[in-house]
């Protein structure tokens, strides 16, 4: 079954430092990716997608995200964290088709500590 | 311009009782659909519909049941409440994708609970 799988329930940086939020998928055929973000008490926000143009992605507030077909992957990432970065992140992937499924992973909460 | 909205924000259910969650979209969007969320396990899909009359089911769909009479409304109705239905409903929306992958639209959610 496709399915996507978020590395670390529980991430913890410093303010200023790198943030690295790793997205794995399962799939021989390369799908579309997302990233979300989830704000407390709140719906998902669309941060940044991937669909087979630049495998290099650039999101909103400075996030970005790489492709990587070998890897299987699409980690999230950001030079420098900010404390308003402080929220859920959810990859999630689809194999496009008029249904436009998507498939979430587990999500990551991210904390940045002064 | 007010996107996906869903009502209720909270509601306590008894075990046994029906309720209906409503979800309604002004963007025009063809696509909407169903999510619940529960701690460690992402978001699920329970119901989705790609247009006015047509409706199909999700990964956890037992228990739901969903209309789409208009292109803006997507009610989902819980038929008999249990305690496994506790959790947090999204509704979402986005253009038909005809095969491109749009994104989606969320709400701000229904949270549930269910005693």
């Known amino acids: 079954a496709q399915s996507v799988t978020q590395l670390g329930s529980h991430v913890s940086v410093s303010e200023g430092a790198l943030v690295l939020l790793r997205c794995n998928y399962s799939s021989s055929v390369p799908p579309y990716l997302f990233w979300y973000v989830q704000y407390p008490n709140q719906g998902l926000q669309l941060l940044l997608k991937?669909?087979?143009?630049?495998?290099l992605v650039k999101g909103i507030n400075g996030f970005e995200a790489e492709f990587k077909k070998s890897e299987t992957s699409f980690h999230l990432t950001k030079p420098s964290a900010h404390m308003s970065d402080a929220a859920e992140y959810f990859c999630?992937?689809?194999?496009?088709?008029?249904?436009?499924?998507?498939?979430f992973g587990t999500g990551t909460l991210l904390a940045v500590q002064p | 311009n007010a996107g996906v909205t869903q009502t209720p924000k909270f509601q306590v259910l008894k075990t046994g009782q029906s309720m209906t969650l409503q979800c309604a979209q002004d963007?025009?969007?063809?696509?909407m659909s169903w999510y619940r969320q529960d701690p460690g396990m992402g978001l699920r899909l329970i119901h989705y519909s790609v247009g006015a009359g047509i409706t199909d089911q999700g990964e956890v769909p037992n228990g739901y049941n969903v209309s789409r009479s208009t292109t803006e409304d997507f009610p989902l109705r819980l038929l008999s409440a249990a305690p496994s239905q506790t959790s947090v409903y999204f509704c979402?929306?986005?253009?038909?994708?005809?095969?491109?992958?749009?994104?989606?639209?969320f709400g701000n959610g229904t949270r549930l609970t269910v005693t």
């Open positions: 999630a992937v689809s194999y496009g088709g008029a249904t436009n499924k998507l498939i």
């Open positions: 979402a929306s986005s253009y038909d994708g005809q095969g491109i992958m749009r994104p989606l639209h």
């Open positions: 991937y669909t087979s143009a630049a495998t």
């Open positions: 963007m025009n969007h063809e696509y």
